[in-house]
């Protein structure tokens, strides 16, 4: 999911653009994104999107700070664009270093009292937000299908996910316990308290502007946190419009702050300050490690939900009009631009073919174009780097032979828009075994057994969501638990919700967001031992 952070990360950007492996955070931090910030300002109407929406003040443009609504830095501002018409919807302030340090120092104000605050005050606080989201999603869809490209029913689902995360947490806040231990001495008591970890910071992709956010805010918020985030610099209209709601709800200045801007230059000293506590990052493992190296000097706590592999099993024994329904909702929402969508189908050989035949029948069907175009089923992918990707890993199998069924190339509409995608043939030699898609192309691997199948699987250094389709209750249990992620989908293609926890191992990161584990990542545990 989108945006790198500090010294450094542009170097690494610029590798993998010469390499052309794109990950979800490298599609923002192109050449384009990464020089926009400093053309010479374009007067920019932003009033076409804004006459479309039932409330016009939700499409927002300048930076939400505790001091309120404010320009960018010496008048500096970016374009954000409609990767399905190629418009400029409207320009966002851009802010420099000394504008997040003084965030910074605002966020640490506000966390002082916010964590004062009763957690029935922040929660009913929280539910108003929640409630805002939920009365104005038609709007937040809209803005979010204009700059992110995904359809309108897609985003109207996304903004009712992400305001369930809000929902969740506003109730979490009242059940943040504690513990007495009884102590060796009986003169001695001892109390376990969880407090909030201090200001923290949010760097959330493109892929999903609203759940990403909510799925990191909510929970700061209800822990007592206050929250810098910085959202993607190809949707931030979806963040700002949040943020408006945020405002009308009563969460206080400073407690929840949002700042656009060149990556560098945010990145250091969201990554250096000592004040910042607790930085959560959703985007590739490329960057993740970047972000984990340079706050190794602050020791700070990490949440990274990182780049992904999954792997989509299906055995000669599945439910195979099932298996072909979870794998269109696993892969193909969103354009296949998901950190969880099924990045390989592994197809046992007895059920292989059908399952290629069926998949591709649904696939032909899928109608693409505007995501505000009625019936429109995939939308553009998000910029022409992202198809320039996939044609090179499309072109790579190919060579290595594998075999395109459908599509496997840009669409007749032009621009962004791709083909929705099947690939049979497929073998773990190929770039596409080993890379995160982030699009509509489905591989198609086979094997022969269930051992065969959970080597595949695992053969990868990522670890974030997998995907097992069979009838043998027996077998459920046995791969489920030899798989090596974090979130495995038996007989379902769709497994993010908010009471469930979030996130995966190996090379996909650290932490969990969502359900009652995911406040924990906002708090401090302290032991208080007293004598009686």
Known sequence: MEQAFAQGCLSVFACRRESARMEKQEFLETVLVNEMHSRTNQAIDPSALRAQLRDGALLETR????????????????????????????????????????????????QQAWQKRTSHERAKLLRAWYDLIVANADDLALIMTSEQGKPLAEARGEIMYAASFVEWFAEEAKRVYGDVIPHPQGDKRI???????????????WNFPAAMITRKVAPALAAGCSIIVRPADLT???ALALAVLAERAGIPAGVLQVVCGPSREIGAVLTASPVVRKLSFTGSTEVGRVL???????????????????????????????????????????????????????????????????????????????????????GPLIQQSACDHLNQLINDAVSKGARIVTG???HPLGGTFFEPTVIADATPAMRL?????????????????????????????YGLAAYLYTRDHGRIWRVGEALEYGMVGLNTGVISNEVAPFGGVKQSGLGREGSRYGIEEYLEIKYLCTQV
């Open 63 to 110: 930076a939400w700070l505790a001091s309120g609504w404010a320009e960018g830095t010496d008048g500096r501002s970016f374009p954000v664009t409609n990767p399905a018409t190629g418009d400029i919807l409207a320009r966002v302030a851009s802010l420099g270093a000394a504008e997040v340090e003084q965030a910074i120092a605002a966020s640490a104000l506000a």
């Open 236 to 238: 931030p209209l979806t």
């Open 191 to 205: 109390v376990v308290i969880r407090q909030p970890i201090g200001v923290c910071a949010a760097i959330t992709p």
């Open 292 to 378: 984990m190296s340079q706050s190794s000097a602050t020791i700070k706590r990490l949440s990274l939900e990182l780049g992904g592999n999954a792997p989509f099993i299906v055995f000669d024994d599945a439910d195979l009009d099932a298996a072909v329904e979870g794998a269109m909702a696993s892969k193909y929402r969103n354009s296949g631009q998901t950190c969880v969508c099924a990045n390989r189908f592994l197809v046992q050989a007895g059920i292989h073919d059908r399952f290629v035949d069926a998949l591709t029948r649904r696939v032909q069907a899928l109608k693409v174009g505007n995501g505000v175009e009625p019936g429109v089923q995939q």
């Open 408 to 410: 496997g190339k840009g």
């Open 433 to 461: 075994a080993r890379e995160e898609l982030f699009g509509p192309v489905g591989p198609v691997f086979r094997f022969e057994d269930e051992a065969e199948a959970i080597a595949m699987a695992n053969d990868t250094e």
